[in-house]
């Protein structure tokens, strides 16, 4: 287990030096530069054998019933979000709740990659595989979506087309690789993309969570194309898929947390980070303290922010 202290954090994402270990944690000490991910693994389960660990229950990590609670203040447990949480000086969790990082990666950005960019970069790279050469859209360009359009450039698509109801993120989504955008307030995404394409991208990825949105990624999507879901569509959501679609070979998928296991993909992105390949700093709309959350949730609420660091020395 581990106590981080004075991490850099955004949303559940955060990043931190260790201050302390648990009698039985063998593979991390006192002064490591850690990632955390809500991603926990067993190592044991079919779904970590056979190369799916991002999708283990992590039930090894949590407290059983009628053990004591890792965390308490006055008598009363104390709820971590997604057993990892943030917003706090120090965090204590599992140890494979995090991956050690080089202590050359700066910890704020590094914040960055623990969920927002492995979701987008890694539903790229490791489930959608995207081909030098071929054509990729995104819908929705706030941190996943940003982190897709990376992805799509790092892998070599010939174009890249963003899409955002929201004008002002455009022109990062530019700067992060995108060839076209639409601003999707005022143009139909769908016949957008298939004007622009002539026909389809071979891949788009939607990044916003919507049944709409979902729909429509199918729905641009060229014969023998694939549609990859990549945002959090509340419980209970459902969308419609044309049929018909399917007939010429489209597909449609989803992917988590990147689709590949964190302790591979942080320091895999960390080095695209420092060789320049993957832009981050970028993608950092503003860098608060703790006492302006409730005015960063709000600006998140309203689609005018991209990622916002908490930093608690700020």
Not at 28 to 56: E, Q
Not at 59 to 74: A, C, I, K, M, T
């Amino acid at each position: 287990m581990f106590d981080i202290p004075r991490p850099t954090i955004l949303g559940h994402e955060s990043a931190g030096i260790v201050i302390e270990v648990g009698s039985e944690v063998q593979d991390f000490a006192a002064g490591d530069h850690v990632i955390t991910c809500l991603a926990t693994f067993c190592g044991k389960c079919d779904r970590c054998l056979n190369g799916r660990s991002y999708l283990c229950s992590g039930v090894h990590s949590l407290r059983h019933e009628g053990q004591n609670p890792r965390l308490h203040r006055d008598g009363h447990e104390v709820h971590q979000f997604l057993s990892v949480s943030s917003f706090a000086e120090q965090l204590l969790v599992h140890e494979s709740a995090a991956v050690r990082i080089t202590k050359d990666m700066p910890l704020d950005l590094a914040a960055l990659l623990g969920c927002g960019v492995t979701t987008g970069l890694g539903a790229v790279l490791n489930k959608a595989r995207v081909r030098p050469g071929q054509t990729v859209a995104v819908i929705g360009c706030g941190g996943i979506g940003l982190s897709a359009i990376q992805g799509a450039r790092l892998s070599g698509a010939s174009r890249i087309i963003a899409v955002d109801t929201s004008a002002d993120k455009l022109p990062i989504a530019a700067l992060m690789g995108a060839t076209d955008v639409i601003d999707a307030s005022d143009t139909n995404a769908v016949t957008g993309i298939l004007e622009l394409t002539g026909g389809g991208v071979d891949h788009c990825l939607e990044a916003v969570g919507g049944a709409v949105t979902a729909a429509a990624a199918l729905e641009t999507l060229t014969v023998g194309g694939t549609a990859t879901i990549i945002g959090l569509m509340p419980a209970g959501k459902t969308f419609p898929v044309q049929g018909r679609l399917l007939l010429d070979d489209r597909t449609l998928q989803g992917s988590y947390m990147g689709s590949q296991n964190f302790r591979v993909a942080m320091p895999t992105y960390v080095d695209m980070y420092l060789d320049g390949r993957l832009l981050l700093e970028e993608m950092v709309s503003s860098r608060i303290g703790l006492a302006d959350i409730d005015q960063a949730f709000t600006a998140m609420e309203q689609g005018n922010t991209l990622r916002d660091l908490v930093v608690f020395n700020h």
